[in-house]
């Protein structure tokens, strides 16, 4: 199973393409993480496959950005005894921990 169809099974959303966005969002956030230095410019980034140690990875952070929606950014909030406070990435230091980062020389 893709992890649209995955986001979809979860989350109930009809939205295909809110999903998608948010799929797309969470590949940038891993691919920027993993190649720091490298320049995109003239690649569309949809065209771009993430590695396979990424593909949960991708589906976890794109869950992560659709349970923060309508709270996007936001710092701190409490209310009956829920805490809730958000970095201003929107996504977790956890998430993208997992990601190593790839540099390399060129000469």
């Not at 649209?4 to 009809?14: P, S, V, Y």
């Not at 496959?49 to 593909?55: A, F, N, R």
Request: proline letters at 3%; hydrophobic letters at 35%.
């Amino acid at each position: 199973m893709d992890n649209l169809h995955r986001l979809i099974n979860r989350t109930g959303e009809k939205d295909e393409e809110l999903m998608q966005d948010l799929l797309y969002s969470a590949k940038v956030s891993i691919l920027t993480r993993r190649f720091p230095y490298k320049q995109f410019e003239g690649t569309s980034l949809y065209d771009i496959d993430l590695e396979p140690q990424y593909i949960d990875l991708q589906y976890r952070i794109a869950l992560d950005l659709y349970n923060k929606l309508g709270a996007e950014g936001e710092t701190e909030h409490t209310a009956n005894g829920i805490k809730r406070v958000y970095e201003s990435s929107w996504i977790s230091d956890q998430l993208l921990s997992e990601v190593i980062p790839l540099c390399g020389v060129t000469s």
